[in-house]
């Protein structure tokens, strides 16, 4: 199992924009084979700081996620809204 916490911040006057392509990813990722759990967060004090919370039954699952039309529309459309963006990928030790 692979966990994987993205964190995503965007510009200051994308926010709402962004957040809004961010919430169109869910429901088809939630349906990819190999994902266990898609969940995004947006930060209490920083609301350009959103986070997905993602369990990956694999790497490989990971890696054919960020194959798909609806993540590469997701890079597209938010190119110029995103400030910054970090993947880190864990694994659990309990």
């Known amino acids: 199992m692979l966990t994987v ?3 995503i911040e965007s510009k200051a006057d994308c926010i709402e924009s962004a957040k809004s ?3 169109k ?3 088809p990722t939630l ?3 190999g994902c266990i759990d898609y969940t995004l967060h947006q930060d209490n004090d920083n609301p350009a700081v959103f986070i997905f919370y993602e369990t990956w039954h694999s790497e490989d699952d ?3 996620h960020i194959k798909t039309p609806h993540m590469q529309e997701f890079l597209a459309a ?3 809204m ?3 963006f970090k993947v ?4 659990v030790l309990s």
Do not use: P, S, V, Y
Request: hydrophobic share 40%.
């Open 82 to 84: 995103l400030a910054g």
């Open 21 to 23: 392509e961010m919430l």
């Open 25 to 27: 990813m869910i429901e």
């Open 62 to 64: 990971l890696q054919e």
């Open 88 to 91: 880190n990928k864990l694994t």
């Open 5 to 7: 916490i993205a964190t």
């Open 78 to 80: 938010t190119k110029d």
């Open 31 to 33: 349906k990819e084979d």
